[in-house]
């Protein structure tokens, strides 16, 4: 059994962090992976089925859906959608706005996560959309001059888009913001060739699941992830 140092986010948090990708569970033994993970402070385990070893935590359902982007009708977009423009400004809204989005990610979820990990990941992430052009495109719904939501388009592959963090204010939501921008970053995506376009988010949120399958997306895989603690 081989548990894989997991380099970046061992640098980012500044401690040890392994993972395991299960594809059969038959094989998995607990002294095994116990014995296997002496290495690391935090190993994420992923499996598509579920696993019952009290040590390990669910903590996050990843769901990825689909959208196909075959015979594609655009639609034209709100008047409130238009593609981020840097300013000082506009960037601090887009960082609060990018830790809103992850309330339900396993690293805000993970009380074992004590020095920060969360916030520093995810300004990091942004950072790397915005700063460091891992985007192509980054679509803001504005109200004046208020950004009230966002999405991130980027490329998986080839064929495939991937819409990275999505984001709708907490003051704004219940206004269909959401829907116009995954709409918007359907179109675009289209506009870039791309034949399909993916999306991540956690079973857990379903609010963003049935966001999703009302625009289309339909699920695609379903993945448990434990963390494993050596404390």
């Known amino acids: ?3 894989e140092k997991v380099n970046w986010d061992s640098d980012f948090f500044g401690y ?9 569970t038959s094989t998995f033994t607990w002294e095994a992976f116990e014995k296997a993970s002496e290495a690391f402070k935090l190993v994420y385990v992923f499996s598509e089925e579920k696993l019952n070893y009290a040590p390990l935590k669910l903590m996050d359902e990843k769901v990825v859906l689909e959208h196909s982007l075959d015979n594609l009708e655009s639609r034209n977009s ?4 238009s593609s981020f423009k840097f300013s000082e400004n506009g960037y601090e809204q887009l960082k609060q706005l ?8 396993r690293f805000n979820q993970d009380e074992n996560f004590q020095n920060g990990e969360f916030k520093r990941m995810y300004l990091q992430w942004i950072e790397n959309l915005v ?15 208020d950004i ?7 490329k998986k592959t080839d064929t495939t888009a991937n819409i990275g963090l999505v984001a709708v204010s907490s003051k704004a939501r219940g ?17 870039h060739n791309f034949k399909s376009v993916e999306v991540v988010t956690q079973m857990e949120n379903q609010a963003a699941v049935g966001l999703y399958k009302k625009c289309d997306f339909k699920i695609k895989s379903i993945t448990n992830i434990y963390h494993y603690w050596n404390l």
């Open 131 to 145: 700063v460091k052009n891992q985007a192509f495109e980054i679509i803001v719904y504005l109200e004046g001059n």
């Open 1 to 3: 059994m081989l548990v």
């Open 175 to 191: 206004k269909g913001i959401g829907s116009h921008l995954i709409e918007a970053a359907i179109n675009k995506a289209s506009a």
């Open 98 to 105: 990018s830790l809103e989005s992850g309330l339900y990610s």
């Open 78 to 81: 709100h008047i409130g959608i």
């Open 16 to 24: 040890e962090v392994g993972k395991l990708e299960l594809s059969n």
């Open 148 to 154: 009230l939501g966002f999405a991130s388009l980027n």
